[in-house]
């Protein structure tokens, strides 16, 4: 009777489910998610948790997260204001033009608009092909 009645409470979830396998199923494995099944994810999460939608939908919590900040429900005013003041507007790519130099050795970090991390650790490489990279992993 109990197993009924927790089943029966998480059918939204298990529909959602179905649905992320039947995707998952279709596409390659690193084709990315459509916006109408992380919006799903977003809304269940707000209801029933992140934790469980993640587990259960085999999603990576941080990627639910943001898509839990684009408007499925609006965030607590407090959550809203301490979100506004921690935020910088992004940077734009800037480049710098140097002689044709070989950097001695050199760590670079950079992120995109979409949120995708890039770490080059470089020796010897001319700083004009350390700013193409940059530009291309950039996305302009």
Not at 15 to 20: I, Q, S, T, V
Request: aromatic share 6%.
């Amino acid at each position: 009777m109990t197993q009924a009645l927790y089943n029966s409470s998480f059918d939204d979830v298990e529909e959602l489910r179905k649905r992320f396998e039947d995707f998952r199923g279709q596409h390659e494995k690193r084709t990315r998610l459509p916006e109408e099944l992380w919006r799903a994810a977003a809304e269940i999460a707000e209801r029933r948790g992140m934790n469980l939608v993640c587990r259960c939908l085999r999603l990576d919590a941080n990627s639910l997260k943001k898509w839990m900040g684009k408007g499925v429900k609006e965030p607590r005013r407090k959550q809203a204001i301490k979100k506004h003041q921690r935020t910088a507007p992004p940077a734009a790519f800037v480049e710098l033009l140097t002689a044709a130099t070989a950097a001695a050795s050199c760590v670079i970090e950079v992120e995109s608009q979409h949120g995708h991390k890039l770490r080059l650790e470089l020796k010897g490489v001319a700083t004009s092909e350390i700013a193409e990279l940059i530009h291309t992993f950039a996305g302009h």
